[in-house]
T-cell receptor, first 112, second 114 residues
Framework: DQQVKQNSPSLSVQEGRISILNCDYT??????FLWYKKYPAEGPTFLIS?????DKNEDGRFTVFLNKSAKHLSLHIVPSQPGDSAVYFC???????????FGKGTSLLVTP | EAGVAQSPRYKIIEKRQSVAFWCNPI?????LYWYQQILGQGPKLLIQ????????DSQLPKDRFSAERLKGVDSTLKIQPAKLEDSAVYLC????????????FGDGTRLSIL
């Protein structure tokens, strides 16, 4: 049973524009959410996280928004760069010290 | 700081053979995880260690998979005997103890079963 869903398998954005990646979850016990970026033949790289006590967290060009009532989070990348082209995984856990539940990933392509 | 180290990077074996993977976590990280990532899916937890004790192994197929973390540092994951459906990337991750500590992943071992 997929508790974390990324419904868009792929996304294409022009360089300089905003990329918005979406994620939905079903388990109301989830209280810690993360985004990972993955290049081919490499492991996932931690990008940004948010705990359920917040609704927004920013780190440079990356911002994560959390809507607990809708059980939805999104990752905004502004401005998008060609080096951002990768697969992005959304993950969640019921406690930050426990197992992550991952979505299937969204493949982002940023075109020049 | 050095990242999570895994070896080998690639392994090809025939079904019913055995295989072992090794992981060295980031120094000072008390928690170590093994995940299985099948093509087109997100990683799925197999087992979690806190120091050298098992926290969660509920999704580990214990009839064929085993893992240990002696001395609370390095860890090995073994499959014996391997099945065709075990073809996947096996990822090791580690994190500091405490709240809101992200997991950091190694580059994984890609296992192909013939």
């Amino acid at each position: 049973d997929q508790q974390v869903k990324q419904n868009s398998p792929s996304l294409s954005v022009q360089e300089g524009r905003i990329s918005i990646l979406n994620c939905d979850y079903t388990n109301s016990m989830f209280d810690y959410f993360l985004w990972y970026k993955k290049y081919p033949a490499e492991g996932p790289t931690f990008l940004i996280s948010i705990s359920s006590i917040k609704d927004k967290n920013e780190d440079g060009r990356f911002t994560v928004f959390l809507n607990k009532s809708a059980k939805h989070l999104s990752l905004h990348i502004v401005p998008s760069q060609p080096g951002d082209s990768a697969v992005y995984f959304c993950a969640a856990s019921a406690d930050s010290g426990y197992a992550l539940n991952f979505g299937k990933g969204t493949s982002l392509l940023v075109t020049p | 700081e050095a990242g999570v180290a895994q070896s080998p990077r690639y392994k090809i074996i025939e079904k019913r053979q055995s295989v072992a993977f090794w992981c060295n976590p980031i120094s000072g990280h008390a928690t170590l995880y093994w995940y299985q990532q099948i093509l087109g899916q997100g990683p799925k937890l197999l087992i979690q260690f806190q120091n050298n004790g098992v926290v969660d192994d509920s999704q580990l197929p214990k009839d064929r998979f085993s893992a240990e973390r002696l001395k609370g540092v390095d860890s090995t994951l073994k499959i014996q005997p391997a099945k065709l459906e075990d073809s996947a990337v096996y990822l090791c991750a580690s994190s500091r103890q405490g709240s809101n500590q992200p997991q950091h992943f190694g580059d994984g071992t890609r296992l192909s079963i013939l």
